[in-house]
């Protein structure tokens, strides 16, 4: 499972980098600022959903800046924006229920007026552009079954089903396969023995 | 026969396995999420248009709303960051929210209908400073009318349309505070009016276009201002002066000031100090004075004069305009159980528009807010609403006599919780008929089970959720056989109890604190008075509620003893010293009332409950009780014992002087406390030994005086990325608080906080930030007793050569040893609990409350110090996890699931009778609360298990049994035949 869920994801990163490239290219990470305070601009990126309720959750999203230290918003072309941030590694979080975001590793340069460098910290992914994806999409519920014959007949009581329907109509087939005088026999020695048979167990069988 | 109870046995296991997380028709079966706002600090109705009405809110709690102001729902809300705290909110060009936050450095809009935010500024500021902001009521998308925000020094025109910032005036030079911005209708021309040093008034005439100073006038006050101002019209605006006895009148017609000076005490006689009070009335202002409101109405010239007062306790909103150029205001007033609502025209005073009266609850304190709306009833005349906020910090929508809807605010901002159990069900109470008839009991299982299969149809599964609340009679006020029912007291920061039923989270009472002494008390925490079991039977439960009156720790506690069952006060007393640490010492009286020590500034420790049977089991065990106080700020931890009765003529034989025994002093320069932690006194631990893959014995440590405390280095104590991974080092400590011996010492390089931890039995998990990988990191300190690791041979235990018999004391040495394992963790936290059972026998699960509001279970086993990369076959039977760098975070294991509860602030878990189970509930501006299972419900069946199923199945095994019984006869008979 999880090498094809690795393959998909890469392949939409894939997609949205190349989308990126031609529409999003002038938009480098670059911060602009004061001498010791800087603005860290980014985009948040969720794969587009056919859900309903989609442009609610994105109304919801927020994104962290060192652990609480600021919050903010996304405006609705997905950009966000932190001002007054000083020169140092600060860790950008983004928060979206549904989404598991990594967190990023930011570094702002004081020595190149601000650029910026990210860093996915979960798969150390260095990225050229400070556009965040969902690592994974959550699911919060266990996802019911869907009625199954085949789910119905694994069960232990559809096993028990199954294991009576073939001592009713096989073992009778089985028992007429068997050689009379051996049966005979066989029957003989069982009565000797005193094993019940399913008869005897039942009151007024006799 | 055996056959078919094994059978039967297989039956019931296959159908008791149940999966450990939700699905998702499960949910809201045990658990309850409540959505809050907090304070209303500002709002602003938006009404006009047809369609919903609304009320746009923001409050204490940093929330930026809109409410329905039909059902007083919620349509959006945002909760900002901690230090966003909003400034000023209004609706710009008639679809967007407009917030001010930061101290006037943030200005953000959001679209009004659905809560997206479309733009954010930030806005420079110099220094703090209050801030303000100004919106124009125009719905022309024109760049000729920005909003107008002062803060920090600066003042700035933004447009309303994109944020952009037009342009930006720096005041910081001249040191001008912006008191009131005034945009004339029609005109291009703003004036700004504000104070230099609070000593001389400045006008200045700005264009709003370009942002071009037309003309400036400026005029020394002699006197100073105090800063309290109130505008009456667009050219005036009234001052009180720095003694606060002279109220001055600032014209400034076309940009020329003139004062008018005229002392409170020609107005009112034997006048004390004014106050200026917050609502905006046309041509008129509101003076408090001598403990009575006086309207004073602002005449052409600046003359002033009184045309009504009120009692104090009178609450106002702003003016509107109504019909005819004319303005009116709501005041509200209390008389005994009911409220005054009062809407006056601010022209003619003794016009009452409307005079309502309605019936309000006692436990809601007083008005502290009033926001009137009007709109146009059907017969062409006013109708007012008055949305009301309340002193416990609820919100009212009054209108037509009536209130329409109430939302309990107060919850919001919880400050401490405890639970209690419900009443016995007495005799004679019957039960609640579930099943009435077999038939009903059978359908009611048939659709369960087409439930599970996914047959059912919508009005099936509403059918199916309806039914098992119904048999669940999980909303019942009386104890359950599980433990599943109980009442969870939460105190606020506004000084109201609230009770609520585990079952719903309905409100089952609420109590407001009174106190003699001052108006109204800040609730601190809460305490276990009286837990009655045994002799004690027939005495109802009790909590101790420990308020103070003000914000300052040295400023007189209050104590009020609330009997659980009914919500009434017992008693309440105004203890005359101060409280600084409440310590519930083990010990109980006669009638299960717990003794409590309450520690003061002084260094006295005071004696609860004031009885002589309390004095003398206190005296008992004078020596043997021992505390400890945490100095955050010199970084010393120091251990007192109680050395003798307090001297002094206002010392009663209940106050104890302490003395110092011991210190732990952290050297400044190198370590700062930034977190501490004991383990819950109540907790349970099952057993002291744990045994090992390879048959070894190891014994917990378990004591209850352990103190764990972290410190970091002064430069890591702020923010992340505000130092180097060189500069910080993060130290834990374990403390013993009888003897002040440092059991343990960690220490992680390059580490820092902010430290959440969680002490719970013989280890500590805790989680901070390490700088040099860049993230979360989360370590496990197991601690275990290394003197009764020699007792594990079995000859040694049958010869009696083992010292378990031998008293464990806390004055001696112990011999420890520990174990720790570091993990990253992909998240920020902010806080850490963990499950509590009612026997300790269920494992542990640790519940995470992350950045993003939401909590997540994380079993213990995943933070075990014995994970290894590869374990043995034997430890993985035991339950032993391959070791990862990470802990997971599985999606399913969020107990809050879909939900968020924003501004967590804290976790509390409590045991249920049901070993299994136990009791979550969250708290922050929204509550939650949940049952969970640590290691599934083993002692119980599911509310899912599905008798039908085991029934129908059942009746076929009979039924198949009876068909091949005959069939074996017939062939019987044929073969006797033969």
Avoid at chain 2, 536 to 546: E, G, I, Q, R, T
Avoid at chain 2, 764 to 774: D, G, P, S, T, W
Wanted: charged fraction near 20%; include cysteine; aromatic fraction near 8%.
């Amino acid at each position: 499972m999880a090498p094809i869920l690795r393959s998909t994801s890469l392949l939409a990163l894939f997609v949205c980098h190349i989308s990126l490239f031609f529409f999003f290219a002038s938009n480098l990470p670059i911060s602009s600022g004061s001498e010791d305070s800087y603005t860290i601009t980014g985009r948040v990126r969720i794969p587009a959903s056919t859900v309903i309720g989609h442009a609610a959750k994105f109304s919801n999203i927020k994104v962290i800046l060192n652990g609480g230290q600021n919050v903010t918003f996304l405006r609705p072309d997905g950009y966000f924006t932190f001002h007054k941030v000083p020169a140092g590694t600060h860790l950008i979080e983004v928060y979206a229920m549904g989404y598991f975001f990594s967190p990023v590793r930011v570094d702002v340069s004081a020595r190149h007026n601000g650029k910026v460098q990210a860093t996915l910290t979960e798969t150390r992914r260095s990225l050229t552009e400070l556009v965040l994806e969902p690592l994974r999409a959550e699911q919060y519920y266990e996802m019911r079954e869907p009625f199954n014959v085949m789910a119905i007949a694994k069960s232990p009581m559809g096993l028990m089903v199954g294991f009576m329907v073939v001592v009713v109509f096989l073992m009778p087939k089985l028992m007429e396969n068997i050689d009379p005088e051996e049966m005979k026999s066989a029957q003989e020695q069982m009565r000797s023995q005193g094993v019940p048979s399913l008869s005897s167990l039942l009151p007024a069988s006799r | 026969m055996a056959i078919r109870v094994f059978l039967l046995l297989l039956l019931f296991l296959s159908s008791a396995i149940v999966s450990f997380s939700l699905y998702e028709d499960q949910a809201g079966l045990a658990d309850w999420h409540q959505r809050y706002i907090g304070k209303v600090k500002h709002a602003v109705f938006h009404t006009q248009k047809t369609g919903r009405k609304r009320v746009i809110v923001s409050t204490e709690e940093n929330v930026v709303a809109s409410l329905d102001l039909r059902h007083g729902e919620i349509f959006w809300r945002h909760v900002l960051g901690t230090k966003d705290a909003i400034d000023g909110v209004g609706i710009a060009l008639g679809k967007y929210v407009i917030t001010l936050s930061s101290e006037g450095s943030t200005l953000r809009a959001w679209n009004l209908p659905d809560g997206q935010m479309v733009w954010e500024t930030a806005l420079s500021s110099a220094h703090h400073s209050k801030s303000l902001l100004s919106v124009p009521i125009n719905l022309k998308v024109d760049k000729d009318y920005p909003i107008t925000v002062f803060g920090g020094g600066y003042l700035h025109a933004v447009s309303a349309i994109d944020g952009e910032v037009l342009w930006e005036k720096d005041f910081t030079a001249e040191g001008f505070e912006v008191q009131r911005v005034l945009q004339p209708l029609g005109s291009t021309v703003i004036y700004v009016l504000g104070f230099v040093n609070l000593s001389e008034a400045v006008v200045y005439q700005i264009d709003s276009k370009i942002g071009e100073v037309v003309a400036q006038k400026s005029m020394v006050f002699p006197g100073g201002f105090s800063g309290e101002i109130s505008s009456v019209s667009s050219d005036k605006v009234v001052v009180l002066d720095s003694k606060k006895s002279i109220l001055v009148t600032i014209g400034f017609i076309d940009g020329d000031i003139s004062f008018q000076k005229t002392p409170v005490s020609d107005l009112v006689e034997n006048s004390g100090n004014a106050e200026i009070l917050s609502p905006l009335l046309s041509n008129m202002l509101a003076v408090k004075v001598n403990k009575r409101t006086i309207f004073v109405k602002v005449g052409g010239e600046g003359k002033l004069e009184v045309v009504d007062s009120l009692s104090d306790e009178t609450a106002m909103s702003d003016s509107l305009p109504v019909a005819d150029d004319q303005e009116a205001f709501a005041s509200v007033h209390h008389e005994g159980s009911k409220i005054h609502l009062m809407v006056k025209l601010v022209n003619e005073l003794d016009n009452v528009l409307l005079r309502e009266t309605i019936q309000m609850d006692q436990h809601r304190g007083r008005v502290h807010k009033v926001f009137m709306n009007n709109y146009i009833r059907t017969d062409r005349s006013n109708g007012f609403r008055a949305l009301i906020v309340m002193e416990d910090h609820s919100l009212l929508l009054l209108q037509q006599g009536a209130i329409v809807w109430s939302r309990e605010e107060g919850l919001a901002s919880v400050t401490d919780v405890t639970t209690a159990e419900l009443p016995v069900e007495k005799d004679g109470v019957s039960v609640a008929k579930v099943e009435h008839t077999l038939f009903e009991w059978l359908k009611g299982h048939v659709l369960k089970l087409k439930g599970s299969l996914l047959l059912a149809s919508p009005e099936d599964v509403v059918a199916i959720q309806e039914l098992r609340v119904k048999s669940s009679g999980k909303n019942k006020l009386t104890r359950d056989h599980n433990g599943f029912r109980k009442l969870i007291l939460a105190l606020t920061r506004a000084g109201k109890l609230f009770a609520l039923h585990t079952g719903d989270g309905r409100i089952v009472w609420s109590m407001l604190l009174k106190s003699q002494a001052c108006e109204r008390p800040n609730g601190i925490s809460l305490y276990q008075w009286q837990v009655p079991h045994h002799h004690a039977m027939d005495k109802n439960p009790s909590v101790l509620v420990v308020g103070r009156c003000g914000s300052d720790s040295s400023a007189p506690g209050v104590l009020s003893f609330v009997d659980v069952y009914t919500g009434k006060k017992i008693t309440s007393s105004d203890i005359g010293h101060s409280v600084v640490q409440v310590l519930p010492l083990p010990f109980t009286d006669s009638t299960e009332q717990r003794l409590h020590l309450i520690a003061d500034t002084v260094g006295h420790v005071h004696l609860y409950p004031k009885t002589s049977e309390a004095l003398s089991i206190f005296q008992r065990e004078f020596q043997n009780i021992y505390w400890y106080t945490v100095g955050a700020d010199d970084g010393i931890i120091r251990g007192h014992v109680m050395k003798s009765s307090c001297s002094g003529e206002t010392a009663d034989e209940y106050c104890f002087t302490t003395r110092e025994l011991w210190t732990v002093v952290f050297p400044s320069e190198s370590e700062k406390i930034i977190s501490t932690l004991t383990r819950k006194p109540n907790e349970v631990v099952h057993t002291q030994a744990k045994v090992n893959t390879d048959q070894d014995l190891l014994y917990k440590y378990v004591s209850r005086n352990l103190l764990f405390v972290a410190t970091v280095s002064p430069k890591g104590a702020g923010e992340i990325g505000s130092v180097t991974p060189e500069e910080s080092s993060l130290v834990v400590y374990l403390i013993d608080t009888i003897t002040g011996r440092i059991l343990h010492r960690l220490s992680h390089q390059g580490c820092q906080g902010p430290v959440h931890a969680v002490f719970s039995e013989n280890w500590v998990v805790y989680h901070y930030f390490n700088l040099r990988a860049h993230k979360y990191e989360v370590t496990v300190v197991e601690i275990y007793d290394q003197s009764r690791a020699e007792n594990k041979n079995v000859w040694k235990l049958i010869l009696g050569k083992h010292n378990l018999t031998a008293p464990i004391t806390s004055y001696s040495r112990p011999e420890v040893f520990t174990k720790s394992q570091s993990y990253f963790f992909a998240q920020s936290v902010k806080t850490i609990a963990v499950t509590s059972t009612a026997k300790g026998i269920t494992s542990k699960q640790l519940l995470i409350g992350t950045i993003g509001d939401q909590i997540l279970a994380l079993d213990k086993r995943f933070v075990d110090p014995r994970r290894t990369l590869n374990p043995s076959q034997a430890e993985k039977e035991e339950g032993i996890i391959p070791l990862t760098d990470s802990l997971p975070i599985i999606p399913q294991s969020y107990v809050t699931h879909s939900h968020r509860v924003e501004g967590l602030k804290g976790i509390v878990t409590a045991p249920s009778k049901l070993e299994s189970t136990t009791h979550v509930f969250a708290y922050g501006v929204d509550l939650f609360y949940t049952r969970l299972a640590p290691s599934k419900t083993y002692d119980s069946l599911t509310d899912d298990f599905s008798y039908a199923l085991l029934l129908i199945t059942i009746v076929a095994l009979v039924a198949a049994i009876y068909i091949t019984w005959a069939l074996s006869e017939k062939k019987e008979l044929s073969e006797k035949w033969r």
